[in-house]
């Protein structure tokens, strides 16, 4: 898919990778919708990078938010190619712990915004790719490309819910690339590592440079950058289809 000319949605598009992603996509002729609950991030991307983005202040919970989002989209570029979920929390408690069992309500809060936060967007997003007429002979008319974690793979203590829900993503990547596949959309899915977000920024040096230490090569954290490369090479990539790729530098995580 030519990336020139097309409309994406990036959930969580306001900050860390989602901005990232948003940023590139326009700079490559793309425009986009982000999807955010943090309205003064929103508007300082739409400042920043002016008439190619609109910000639509959607909670991926909710189907009538995300309806709305989408109508704003609609109305704003006349189309969806492209989604992107970047939209989610990192939550952490143990299984049994000192304050007894984990929370019920916290492990429902973390599977309603990571897993099924992904699914309702890309699903209403869906609705409306196979409205596109094909772009080209292979008959594409959308990429969605969804954010999972390495925690899918190696969840670390205390990450029972979080890992549950980015293995959710994973595993449902081909299943939905199936169901797709008749109408022309393609649907992928990318692991990031330990990626520098400003959530590591604020960490104290130490404990910063350890984690820089833990990839195998390269030494350091990933760049938001990076993953938004690999973003766009995926929807530009016709024949990557229902398809998680790790981007951590070949770090396999410990238990701690």
Known sequence: MNIQGKVAVVSGGASGMGLEIVRRLVSLG????????????????????????????????????????????MAAFGAIHICVNCAGIATGSKTLGKNGPFPLDLWNKTLAVNLTG??????????????????????????IINTASVAAFEGQVGQAAYSASKGGIVGMTLP?????????????????????????????????????????????????????????????????????????????????
């Open 176 to 256: 939905i690339a199936r169901d797709l596949s008749t109408i022309g959309i393609r649907v992928n899915c990318i692991a990031p590592g330990l990626i520098n977000t400003p959530m590591f920024e604020s960490l104290p040096a130490p404990v910063y440079e350890a984690l820089s230490s833990t990839p195998l090569f390269p030494k350091r954290l990933g760049r938001a950058a990076e993953i938004a490369h690999m973003v766009t090479s995926v929807i530009e990539n016709d024949y990557i289809n229902g398809e998680c790729i790790r981007m951590d530098a070949g770090l396999r995580m410990q238990p701690k």
């Open 30 to 73: 793309g425009k986009a919708a982000i999807f955010d609950l943090n309205a003064t991030a929103g508007a300082a991307a739409v400042a920043e990078l002016g008439e190619s983005v609109v910000f639509a202040e959607v909670n991926v919970t909710s189907e009538d938010s995300i309806k709305a989002g989408i109508e704003q989209t």
């Open 118 to 143: 992904t699914f309702n967007v890309l699903r209403l997003c869906a609705e409306q790719m196979a409205k596109n007429t094909p772009e080209n002979a292979d008959g594409v008319c959308g990429a």
